[in-house]
Nanobody, 127 residues
Framework: QVQLVESGGGLVQAGDSLRLSCAASGRTFSSYSMGWFRQAPGKEREFVAA????????YYADSVKGRFTISRDNAKITVYLRMNSLKSEDTGVYYC????????????????????WGQGTQVTVSS
């Protein structure tokens, strides 16, 4: 079992940066691939980024590629999402998720691939 708690969201201007953190509990954190998703008001939850158990391989949605960076520190049992050059369309609630299914990254951009979710942190980008 893994419990996830996101933090770092807030209200920023377009062009600003934010770093989200997702602190995990449990001794098996390094056994899980991790992902970030977001959900804007009135829209479905969408994939943002994911990375492998070791953090050595990453995977991004086209909409954030080149602006966002996902990383993890297994010693601190935390995963991060660095967001640069934020746009108004990045506004939403950001969720981190943990999954242990095989054949990564096949399916890792789908919410059903993940077993555990945090409660989310709000990011609002004003233009």
């Amino acid at each position: 079992q893994v419990q996830l708690v996101e933090s770092g969201g807030g209200l920023v201007q377009a062009g600003d940066s934010l770093r989200l953190s997702c602190a995990a509990s449990g001794r098996t954190f390094s056994s899980y691939s991790m992902g970030w998703f977001r959900q804007a008001p009135g829209k479905e939850r969408e994939f943002v980024a994911a990375l492998t158990r070791s953090g050595g391989t990453t995977y991004y949605a086209d909409s954030v590629k080149g602006r966002f960076t996902i990383s993890r520190d297994n010693a601190k049992i935390t995963v991060y999402l660095r967001m640069n050059s934020l746009k108004s369309e990045d506004t939403g609630v950001y969720y981190c998720a943990a999954g242990s299914r095989g054949n990564w990254p096949v399916g890792a951009d789908k919410s059903g691939w993940y077993d555990y979710w945090g409660q989310g942190t709000q990011v609002t980008v004003s233009s």
